[in-house]
């Protein structure tokens, strides 16, 4: 199968508290694994991602997890500020196909 | 960073009229997309194209769909005829490559049909 599954799909957390994001995969070919950041009537944007021959990345404190073993991987924010109240979605694909197939979403608020 | 522009922002139509999505991929990218999102829901895969042809299309991308990209110009999503169920935002992605590169992303197109 191709199917991506992410959870939740509503988030709620306080201000300067650190979010997650846990996503899985179907396909064991998938070897690519983004995560868009999507604010309201705005297009979706690239924040970090991670390739198949890493099981963790940093930037801004922005942490992405990779367990292929299990098929699942991770976004993590520390330190939430207002402005990363936005929609994520997390998305795979392989190298054969390229096409990049999306989980559902996760509505992230911050509460101040 | 690199810009996917796409033409129009909000497009509204009758039902079973054709209507044509234009997208400006970024300049040196040879893999183009088309993802389909309804209000508060996932991207949706519809197709994806390189030189000239489909390389895959997903079960959403019905008879009524077509692509294309006459010499280099707009990469299109046509839709003939269209249907109530058509209505979302279609947004248009590119790629330099096909494998493991970073899908850019435009703004879309929020199509209304009525």
């Known amino acids: 199968g191709e199917q991506v599954e992410q959870l939740p799909s509503i988030l709620r957390v306080q201000e300067g508290s650190s979010a997650s994001i846990n996503c899985t995969y179907e396909n064991s070919a998938s070897n690519y694994f983004p995560w868009y950041k999507q604010e309201p009537g705005e297009n979706p944007k690239l924040i970090i991602d991670i390739r198949s021959n890493m099981e963790r990345k940093q930037t801004q404190g922005l942490i992405v997890l990779l367990d292929k073993k299990a098929k699942r991987f991770s976004l993590h924010i520390t330190d939430t500020q207002p402005g990363d109240s936005a929609m994520y979605f997390c998305?795979?694909?392989?190298?054969?196909?390229?096409?990049?197939?999306f989980g559902q979403g996760t509505k992230l608020s911050i509460k101040p | 960073g690199p810009k996917v522009l796409q033409i129009p922002s909000h497009q509204i139509i009758d039902m079973g009229q054709m209507v044509t999505l234009n997208c400006d991929p970024v300049?040196?990218?040879?893999?183009f997309y088309w993802y389909k999102q309804i209000l508060g829901q996932q991207m949706e895969f519809l197709v994806n194209?390189?030189?000239?042809?489909?390389?895959?299309k997903s079960k959403l991308f019905k008879d009524q769909f077509s692509v294309e990209r006459p010499d280099g110009s707009y990469f299109t999503l046509k839709i003939q005829p269209t249907a109530l169920e058509d209505s979302a935002v279609y947004f248009c992605?590119?790629?330099?490559?096909?494998?493991?590169?970073?899908?850019?992303f435009g703004h879309g197109t929020k199509l209304s049909v009525l």
């Open positions: 998305a795979a694909s392989d190298y054969n196909q390229g096409k990049l197939i």
């Open positions: 194209f390189y030189n000239g042809k489909v390389m895959e």
């Open positions: 300049s040196n990218h040879l893999y």
């Open positions: 992605a590119s790629s330099r490559d096909i494998s493991n590169e970073r899908l850019f």
